[in-house]
């Protein structure tokens, strides 16, 4: 009986490790970002696989979770309900990682937009965190201020640089938008934000980060609390290092 009952656990164990190294799965977390929803669960396929997100949480905390690949259910709902504030379908594919952004407005006007239905949905981005190489940062924003401009222009310099005269290092980056992937010395570099439509350059974020070699981070660009302004201080994530 003991030999069948410590077999029974090995096979177990394989199809537990088979599972998580297969091929045809994704490696998925979800960001939540919308400034007027309570704190959040995660369904994916009829699991919960996260509670009580709340504004700026990420889902894991770190790292990412495991899914089978293809189309799955994907569902955000105010924690303690069961009421759907997204319900769609995602296409993840196989051996991807990705990031899921919890995005728009429950009431649109609390994000300086005409009253109507939530905006609420799922916004899919594929990440690649694969090292950067040369000892030097790979860095990327992710712009989901739902109270923002339409277009915003990014620049990534040398603390203290006059601005006026530059081209920005991303350029006209619509709403629910990501840059690619910018290779960035591994310095203290000042991540400024402007409106496309400002010709005066007006910072609407300003912000200095130490960046190590080797490091990979994403900069979530969301509104303050509550929604009706785009928040002076993104989401860092670090996605590698």
Known sequence: MLRTFFTAIALALLAVFITSCGTDHAE????????DAPAVDVVIDGQTVATNVAYEGLAPASGYLTVTAGNRKFEVR?????????NSAVDF???KEY??????????QDCNQPPGNSTVAAVLKTDDNSAPGGGSVKLRVVYVSPSG??????????PGT???????????????QASGYESVSPSLNEVILTDTSDN???RLIDQTYTLTGGQIRTLVILDVPGGGAIS???LVVADLN
């Open 149 to 158: 401009p339409l277009h915003v222009d990014i620049y990534v310099v040398a």
């Open 232 to 234: 002076p201080t993104p």
């Open 200 to 202: 005066s350059k007006t």
């Open 78 to 86: 105010a924690t303690g309900t069961t009421t759907d504030l997204i």
């Open 93 to 95: 594919g196989a051996q």
């Open 99 to 108: 990031t899921v952004i919890v995005s728009g407005c429950v009431a649109p």
């Open 162 to 176: 006059d601005i006026t005269n530059m081209s920005p290092t991303v350029s006209a980056l619509a709403y629910q």
């Open 28 to 35: 998925v977390r979800t960001i939540h970002g919308s400034p």
